[in-house]
């Protein structure tokens, strides 16, 4: 069993998660794709994110129509900074050996994998499938292989597109008063105009 994980703040969820982690999911035959909200991501813990309760049911409601996308709370439930060596090592226990994991991470934050907790151990446990981000490009492997040993051998380049949508960029919009629509599913879009989430005080 194939199983991909995309995780993120989400801070909101938009169409570019969405299509990414379907392209991905088609090309590497992945059987689910989980999306793991994080509670507090340790490269964030000095900026404010929305509370999880939120960024879980925008979430929730973003692939609830499609079965082959499950959320996965396991970060939002688990207390101090989040780390992906230690979620990914969780559920490896909780789907068994039997299951394969694909981590799925930008270019530019694979550019940035040699800070994160334990790389080296985090290449060896599952796939890195990384995708193009714009105005990042793909760091030169062979130094990252000398900062981690292994990780050439992980890593999967899908051929998928290049969504210019950020979840900074909505947020911005909604400070401004613009238009979402069609940046964010229609769930979500709604969901964040019953909340007032992101309007500037």
């Not at 703040?9 to 169409?15: E, G, L, N, R």
């Not at 396991?74 to 909780?94: A, H």
């Not at 299951?99 to 599952?126: M, N, Y």
Request: hydrophobic share 40%; net charge neutral.
């Amino acid at each position: 069993m194939n199983i991909g994980v995309l995780g993120g703040a989400f801070d909101p969820i938009h169409t570019g998660h969405l299509i990414v982690a379907e392209q991905v999911r088609i090309k590497l035959g992945l059987n689910r794709v989980l999306f793991v909200p994080a509670g507090q991501p340790w490269l964030k813990v000095n900026h404010t994110i929305t509370p999880s309760g939120h960024r879980v049911e925008m979430v929730r409601r973003a692939i609830a129509d499609n079965p082959c996308f499950e959320l996965c709370t396991i970060e939002v439930e688990r207390p101090g900074p989040s780390y992906t060596v230690d979620t990914i090592e969780v559920l490896q226990k909780q789907l068994g050996r039997q299951a394969e994991l694909f981590f799925i991470l930008g270019s530019d934050s694979l550019a940035q994998l040699h800070s994160w907790k334990e790389p080296s151990r985090l290449v060896q446990i599952c796939c890195l499938v990384t995708l193009p981000r714009l105005g990042s490009n793909l760091p030169d492997l062979k130094s990252l292989e000398l900062r981690i040993p292994g990780i050439m051998h992980s890593i999967i380049q899908p051929d998928v597109p290049i969504i210019e949508i950020s979840s900074s960029q909505i947020r911005e919009h909604l400070a401004r008063g613009l238009s979402i629509r069609y940046l964010v599913p229609d769930e979500v879009g709604r969901y964040i105009e019953e909340q007032k989430l992101y309007r500037k005080l």
